[in-house]
């Protein structure tokens, strides 16, 4: 799980226009969310929250579907080592 909100943290600070060093910051914040409570709800509210604070429309269905896509892209890489 903590490889798939590194990859989300990224794909959302790609679609909120952040830096390289501010995307990998911002990642890692996202990896950090997912200590707040069990379950990925926090994570959710977290990238949610984000992208109205920056003014952006991302629907919810969206966000879920990147999170379920990235989930099977990291057990992947995972599973291929990398």
Known sequence: MARRNKLL??????KMGLSA???EQYANAV?????????EEDVFRKI???????????SEGEIRSKMD?????????????E
């Not at 990896?31 to 379950?39: I, L, S, T």
């Open 9 to 14: 943290g990224l794909w959302a600070a790609e």
């Open 21 to 23: 060093e501010s995307g």
């Open 31 to 39: 990896v950090r969310a997912d200590f707040d409570q069990p379950g």
């Open 48 to 58: 949610a929250g984000d992208f109205k604070g920056s003014g952006m429309s991302v």
């Open 69 to 81: 896509e990235l989930a099977s892209i990291a057990r992947d890489q995972i599973r291929t080592g």
